[in-house]
T-cell receptor, first 114, second 116 residues
């Protein structure tokens, strides 16, 4: 059974700082890995999707990497802003047929202080 | 608004009552998913539909839960005889399955259920 872990559970940084969020998964046979953002009381917004054949994806100030051999993914946020404050979730989709069924981590709650 | 919508956004009910939630996916999406998220946890998969067919159900979906997608468009999730442990955020997501299998799930705002 796939298990996804995110460390740290919470992070507070001053505005402008570059930061890295970590995601670890136990089963390297994933089909893709996705990073989401969740604002309090809201649904999920997809940020980046990395296919198993890819190493990284970039969107604006966000860069996500995937290392299947070590079972890790990182989300890099450059020049953080107060508007980046939210909970960030990673989710892996398995390769074996049920690839639509993603397993989520518990999230990292980020606070960017002005 | 062309995103995924869910109704209601909030529901408070008494234990033992039945509740029904609705999800309207993005119109051209053929897949629809239901997830449940409890406080401090990531969402957990409940079930998904390909068009109108329900193809997979999680063990979390007890016999008190039933989901339908009668015309392959909107979906409903019903919980019968609610229990306090059913209190959670219920999230709906939709996607368009392509031959390349590269799939992005778009999530709705969720329905927050509180069972008293």
């Amino acid at each position: 059974k796939q298990e996804v872990t995110q460390i740290p559970a919470a992070l507070s940084v001053p505005e402008g700082e570059n930061l890295v969020l970590n995601c670890s998964f136990t089963d390297s046979a994933i089909y893709n890995l996705q990073w989401f953002r969740q604002d309090p009381g809201k649904g999920l917004t997809s940020l980046l999707l990395i296919q198993s054949s890819q190493r990284e994806q970039t969107s604006g100030r966000l860069n996500a990497s995937l290392d299947k051999s070590s079972g890790r993914s990182t989300l890099y946020i450059a020049a953080s802003q107060p508007g980046d404050s939210a909970t960030y979730l990673c989710a892996g989709a398995p390769r074996d047929g049920g690839y639509q069924k993603v397993t989520f981590g518990t999230g990292t709650k980020l606070q960017v202080i002005p | 608004d062309t995103g995924v919508s869910q109704d209601p956004r909030h529901k408070i009910t008494k234990r033992g009552q039945n509740v029904t939630f609705r999800c309207d996916p993005i119109s051209e999406h053929n897949r629809l998913y239901w997830y449940r998220q409890t406080l401090g946890q990531g969402p957990e998969f409940l079930t998904y539909f390909q068009n109108e067919a329900q193809l997979e159900k999680s063990r979390l979906l007890s016999d008190r839960f039933s989901a339908e997608r009668p015309k392959g468009s909107f979906s409903t999730l019903e919980i019968q005889r609610t229990e306090q442990g059913d209190s959670a955020m219920y999230l709906c997501a939709s996607s368009f399955a392509r031959r390349t299998r590269r799939e992005t799930q778009y999530f709705g705002p969720g329905t927050r259920l509180l069972v008293l």
